[in-house]
Every structure is written in structure tokens, then in C-alpha cells.
């Protein structure tokens, strides 16, 4: 069982930072892939990055390669979302999630979730 719990959201300009946290808890966290997804008002949830077990690999979305870097740091049970050059269209309740065997594109991989963190970007 890992429940997971997303802290850095906001209010930020476009071409602004922001860094999002994913703390877990539980014995497993380090076992498992860890995904961030987002879901803007009135379109469905997408993947947005993905990292694996021991960090080496990492996956994003084309539209956020080169802005947004995913890490890990199994020790303290936390991934990061670095996000730089922030767009308007990255607006969006951030999601954390846990339980997939490999780095996957798609959330049904994923058994546990966080609740979820806004961002918003202004132009």
C-alpha cells in the first residue's frame, strides 16, 4: 500500500518555474514506477512524465521535453517535477502516481494516486 500526497502547486506567469512534490509513504515506494499525469477543465487525464524504479530512465510528453525534468529520491520516498518555462496550456490539476511494474504512458497502469495539485500558468 503507498498513499501519495502532491505539494508545489500555484499561481505563476507564463515563462515562470514551478517545482511539484510527490511524497509517498510506505516500505514499497522504491519498487515502483512513478508517473506524473495532469487533467485541465473539460479534457481527460494525460501522462506527462514518467520515471523508473532506480531513476536512470525517464519518459515525458513531447510538449514538455526540454521545459520539465522528473527525479527521484527514493530515500527521502519523493519525486520531483521540475517544470521551467511554463506555458498557459500546462494549466492543470497535477497527479502523482504509483504501482506500475515500468515507466507507463497510461494511468490505467497505475494502481495509487495522489489528490492532486493546481497549477496555473497566466499569460
Known amino acids: 500500500q503507498v498513499q501519495l500526497a502532491e505539494y508545489g502547486g500555484g499561481l505563476v506567469q507564463a515563462g515562470g518555474s514551478l517545482s511539484l512534490s510527490c511524497a509517498a509513504s510506505?516500505?514499497?515506494?522504491?519498487?515502483?514506477?512513478i508517473g506524473w499525469f495532469r487533467q485541465a477543465p473539460g479534457k481527460e487525464r494525460e501522462f506527462v512524465a514518467a520515471?523508473?524504479?532506480?531513476?536512470?530512465?525517464?519518459y515525458y510528453l513531447d510538449s514538455v521535453k526540454g521545459r520539465f525534468t522528473i527525479s527521484r529520491d527514493n530515500a527521502k520516498n519523493t519525486v520531483y517535477l521540475q517544470m521551467n518555462s511554463l506555458k498557459p496550456e500546462d494549466t492543470a490539476v497535477y497527479y502523482c502516481?504509483?504501482?506500475?511494474?515500468?515507466?507507463?504512458?497510461?494511468?490505467?497502469?497505475?494502481?495509487?494516486w495522489g489528490q492532486g495539485t493546481q497549477v496555473t500558468v497566466s499569460s
Open positions: 502516481a504509483a504501482g506500475a511494474d515500468y515507466p507507463e504512458v497510461t494511468s490505467l497502469k497505475y494502481v495509487y
Open positions: 510506505g516500505r514499497t515506494f522504491s519498487s515502483y514506477a
Open positions: 520515471i523508473s524504479q532506480s531513476g536512470v530512465w525517464t
